[in-house]
């Protein structure tokens, strides 16, 4: 969300009066706003000789932030957007594959939950690698999870050429087209996200190699610090950034991969993270668990738009010291351009 400096030119009422009557409370941003108690904000500005000046601005404000929410669709629409984003991309592991008809779909944001441990950062790590042999992709990482010498292991089981420098080469191509960025808090992903809205306009209409893929591992680590007992401010930026994510999907036919954490339920059962209301924000939601002692992994559909809830499939992970450690020197050997809180770095690869 924008700075308040850069709103006076298309809302005249945020003029320096207001823009100077916000910073006095640390406000500069939409964001800013949100975090702020509201009914203290406008008390502040009952005091004011400006009061009504300031009472415009803060309605603006709100009423920016109510325009983000994305607009009814009356039913050809929805028909005319569903024909358009039928496009998938496989994740490259089958079972999931099998489950959701072809993989994740184009346009729309994709959840998996799931307990530690559970392959969720696994996942996200396949998926990348497989879309990123033809697409570009954005990994944003909250938790210093993100593993390039796993996805050069994920890329080398599934390659067979010549040469190890042909093998080489590949692995260079495709760890080029994924840029990674560290983001450790709600406003860091949102910067990143409005960077990359631009690159977005910039790249529709134009040929070559394209961005195709945003994974954000995880969502909730961002999210749960903002969300208070009684925070409605909280609850707002989850809702804005939830919209965000699905805003950069649908407009530019982008794939957004998620992860969610869980929390205890009642009677000791697990549910995903962040409450009621995110968990109608996501197109999909898959739950992930794993087999205790084993490599067997279960996936089972919570939410599909297409497909009845409950749907499960099972898939292994298939992993040998050998091969990681083959892999481990493949990725030593080439050059590594995952870029790291590096906005310039989508506009590399392909």
Not at 31 to 60: C, P, T, V, W
Not at 63 to 90: C, T, Y
Not at 127 to 155: C, E, K, W
């Amino acid at each position: 969300m924008a700075r308040l400096a850069n709103l006076e030119t298309e809302y005249p009422v945020l003029d320096s009066t207001v823009r100077n009557f916000c910073a006095s409370h640390g406000i500069f941003s939409v964001e800013d706003f949100l975090i702020h108690d509201l009914y203290m904000l406008a008390a502040f500005a009952e005091q004011n000789n400006s009061s009504e000046r300031l009472k415009e601005g803060i309605a603006q404000v709100l009423s920016i932030i109510d325009d983000m929410h994305q607009p009814w669709l009356n039913g050809m629409e929805l028909l005319e957007d569903a024909k358009r984003n039928k496009h998938v991309f496989p994740t490259g592991i089958q079972g999931i594959d099998l489950l959701l008809g072809g993989g994740i779909r184009v346009g729309q944001l994709t959840e998996l939950v799931g307990p530690s441990s559970s392959g969720k950062t696994q996942v996200c790590l396949r998926t990348a690698s497989n879309v990123a042999r033809n697409h570009m992709v954005l990994y944003l990482d909250t938790g210093n999870s993100f593993s390039p010498q796993r996805i050069a292991y994920f890329l080398g089981k599934t390659i067979n050429p010549s040469s190890a420098q042909a093998k080489n080469q590949f692995l260079q191509k495709v760890m080029s087209n994924i840029s990674c960025h560290s983001v450790f808090d709600i406003f860091a992903m949102f910067d990143v996200l409005h960077q990359l809205e631009s690159y977005l306009r910039c790249q529709d209409g134009r040929g070559g190699c394209q961005m195709r893929l945003l994974i954000v591992d995880s969502i909730s680590s961002l999210i749960s610090p903002v969300l208070g007992s009684s925070s409605t401010q909280g609850r707002a930026l989850m809702t804005s950034a939830g919209y965000l994510l699905k805003k950069l999907a649908h407009q530019h036919n982008v794939a957004v991969l998620i992860i969610n954490h869980t929390v205890g339920g009642e009677g000791g059962s697990s549910k995903p993270a962040l409450g009621d209301s995110w968990k109608c924000i996501p197109h999909s939601r898959l739950f992930l668990s794993c087999d205790r002692g084993s490599n067997n992994y279960n996936v089972s559909i919570l939410r599909h738009p297409s497909m009845a809830s409950g749907k499960a499939a099972s898939f292994l992970w298939e992993l040998t010291s050998g091969d990681e450690w083959e892999c481990l020197a493949i990725c030593d050997q080439i050059v590594i351009t995952v870029v790291v809180n590096d906005p310039k770095g989508m506009e590399n690869g392909c």
